[in-house]
Nanobody, 120 residues
Framework: QVQLVESGGGLVQAGGSLRLSCAAS????????MGWYRQAPGKQRELVAG???????NYAESAKGRFTISRDNAKNTVYLQMNSLKPEDTAVYYC??????????????WGQGTQVTVSS
């Protein structure tokens, strides 16, 4: 009943930029926190950045100063602007959102993932 659809991944050279988008759709009553995670081959999934409905943000140390998370509450969409990309940023990036449907409580939902590859 709820879907998160990501877009914007791709291949970029080191130092370049990418902008990821994630749109939530379905029988959504309210969205709480939204965020971006990533998982590199052989590594655990890790938080990159998160944002509350009011716009408060938090970032992983590796993302501070280079990545910016934002959201459009009217569009149920979260963005991740990634600048000064490094080869170590290569990973599958996943969108996450805490969503309450019209049926009940808040639950965590995940997007399908989008590949980001940074070449040196």
């Amino acid at each position: 009943q709820v879907q998160l659809v990501e877009s914007g991944g791709g291949l970029v050279q080191a130092g370049g930029s990418l902008r990821l988008s994630c749109a939530a759709s379905g029988r959504i009553f309210r969205i709480n926190a939204m965020g971006w995670y990533r998982q590199a081959p052989g590594k655990q999934r890790e938080l990159v950045a998160g944002i509350t409905p009011g716009g408060s943000t938090n970032y992983a140390e590796s993302a501070k100063g280079r990545f910016t998370i934002s959201r459009d509450n009217a569009k149920n969409t979260v963005y991740l602007q990634m600048n000064s990309l490094k080869p170590e940023d290569t990973a599958v990036y996943y969108c996450n959102a805490e969503i309450r449907t019209f049926l009940g409580q808040f639950s965590a939902y995940w997007g399908q993932g989008t590949q980001v590859t940074v070449s040196s």
